[in-house]
C-alpha cells in the first residue's frame, strides 16, 4: 500500500497556556473525523510532536484507527525550534525505513508546523538544514499565531505559510481552523487516490479562515 505521513508539530511552550485546551480539542475532532473514514485512514500516518524548552514525540508515527485517542498537548517552557527540528529529523529516518520494510510505497512526509512565538534558541537553522538536506526531507506547511514573525514562519514554511490575522480572530478560533485545515488536508490528498496510491497527491487550503497566507522565501 502507497502510505503519506503526516507530523503535526506544536508549539507547547509557556505563552500556549491559555489556548492549549482549545488545540487539544481540535486534534480530538481530527481524531475523530480521520479514524472512522477507512479509506483516508487506511493510506495515512499520524505523527504529533510538542515542542518547548525540549521536544518530545507524544505520539510516534499511526494509523489512527488503531489508537483510541491522541495524547494531550500541554503548555509549559520556552520555544526550541532547534529541538523541535532534531527531534522530527530522527523519527523521519526511523519511520520512513520502518514502512518501506513493511512493504509500503511512501510519499514525502508532510509536516503541519504551528508556532505562537519566535524561536528563544539561537542556533535552530543548523538542525532545521540538517532536516531539509536530508535524503527524507519534508514537504512543510507553517502557521504562525501570537507573537510569531512573519518572516521566520516564511522561513521554516517550504511548501505554503500562514500568519494569524489581527482583525479580532481570536487564538482559540485559530487553533480551531489550524485543526481543520490539517484535516483537510489529509482528507483531499488521498481521498481521490485509488487502492494503489495512484492519484494521490498533497493538497492544502490556500486560505484559512482567521489566517493571511505568507509569501514563503526567496534564496
Known amino acids: 500500500m502507497q502510505i503519506l505521513p503526516f507530523y503535526v508539530m506544536c508549539d507547547e511552550s509557556g505563552s500556549m ?114 532536516l531539509l538536506a536530508s535524503k527524507f526531507r519534508p514537504h512543510i506547511i507553517a502557521f504562525g499565531i501570537g507573537v510569531a514573525q512573519r518572516a521566520v514562519i516564511a522561513q521554516v514554511a517550504t511548501f505554503k505559510a500562514f500568519m494569524g490575522t489581527e482583525d479580532g480572530v481570536s487564538a482559540a478560533v485559530a487553533l480551531k481552523e489550524f485543526a481543520a485545515s490539517l484535516t483537510r488536508s489529509i482528507v483531499r490528498s488521498v481521498s481521490g487516490a485509488t487502492a ?14 482567521g489566517f493571511t497566507s505568507v509569501s514563503l522565501d526567496k534564496l
Open 17 to 130: 497556556d491559555a489556548n492549549i485546551g482549545d488545540l487539544n480539542d481540535a486534534l480530538a475532532e481530527l481524531h475523530q473525523e480521520i479514524s472512522t473514514n477507512p479509506t483516508v485512514s487506511d493510506k495515512t500516518r499520524f505523527a504529533l510532536i510538542g515542542f518547548s524548552t525540549e521536544a518530545h514525540e507524544l505520539q510516534q508515527l499511526v494509523e489512527l484507527s488503531d489508537i483510541e485517542e491522541l495524547p494531550a498537548l500541554a503548555a509549559s517552557g520556552l520555544t526550541s525550534f532547534g529541538k523541535a527540528f532534531e527531534t522530527l529529523h530522527r523519527a523521519i529516518e526511523r519511520d520512513v525505513p520502518a514502512l518501506k520494510a513493511e512493504g509500503h510505497d511512501v510519499f514525502r512526509p508532510v509536516v503541519f508546523f504551528l508556532s505562537d512565538g519566535i524561536p528563544t534558541d539561537t542556533d535552530w537553522e543548523r538542525p532545521y538544514q540538517e
Open 196 to 209: 494503489d496510491g495512484v492519484g494521490m497527491s498533497l493538497l492544502v487550503d490556500d486560505h484559512v479562515p
